[in-house]
């Protein structure tokens, strides 16, 4: 029998909004941002492929509320073993609500009707907002409740665009940079050719490859790199 954990709490780690590669997704962010301070829609639906970043997006704006002292949770469904619906109860009181990995609870009648619900109280409520994402596009969801593939076109509906292979070194460099570390190029696409390509994957390589570097003292150069992830 699985643990039900009554909250699946969200550590502020290091995705933020500025660090996300935004510019294939420029009106999204625009409108997030805008809706953020001051909102006048309340639903956004964001899908896309693995490695396009939603679930980096999802997190970042939860670690912006958060930083703010402003009440926000981040949902993890494709972990909902380790939970039961009952964890979307009262998150109305919530100022943001982020539900990643939608496709993971569809087909499972009492998530979707808590899904259902929890729409409903936050368009009652008008003070929260809903950000959840998904691998495929609400007309492409497997929803079995006809009320709830309703509620999700609600809003606005985004595609994220996977990042090319020349965005991921940007995006690399650019972490690196921000971590006050060297990442020359020769290093950075050597991670892109031997590790899984999805951006999470590469970020969380970097942190690592960055504690390392200053336990060690040692520049990210190749050997390093190799010696260091065991390639």
């Given amino acids: 029998m699985n643990q039900q954990l009554p909250l699946p709490i969200h550590q502020i780690d290091d995705d933020t909004l500025e660090n996300f590669y935004g510019d294939n997704n420029l009106l999204l ?12 829609q309340q639903f956004f639906y964001v899908w896309g492929a693995t490695g396009s970043g939603k679930s980096h997006l999802l997190r970042a704006l939860s670690n912006q509320y958060l930083n703010e002292q402003r009440p926000a949770i981040y949902v993890p469904l494709n972990k909902s073993r380790y939970f039961s619906p009952a964890v979307l109860d009262n998150l109305e009181q919530q100022a943001l609500v982020c539900l990643d990995d939608l496709d993971a609870v569809m087909g499972e009648p009492e998530w979707e009707i808590a899904i259902f619900d929890l729409f409903n109280r936050i368009k009652t409520s008008s003070q929260t907002l809903l950000l959840v994402s998904a691998f495929h596009s609400p007309t492409a969801l497997n929803v079995q409740l006809p009320d709830l593939a309703s509620r999700l076109k609600w809003g606005e509906i985004y595609q994220l665009s996977p990042l090319t292979d020349e965005q991921k070194l940007e995006v690399l460099q650019k972490n690196a940079h921000q971590r006050g570390i060297e990442l020359p190029s020769e290093t950075a696409q050597f991670l892109l050719k031997r590790l899984n390509r999805d951006t999470h994957t590469l970020l969380q390589t970097l942190e690592k490859l960055d504690k390392a570097s200053l336990q060690a003292q040692r520049n990210l150069t190749i050997p390093f790199v190799k010696a260091t992830l065991g390639l």
């Fill in 29 to 40: 962010l625009d409108s997030l941002r805008k809706n953020s301070q001051q909102i006048q």
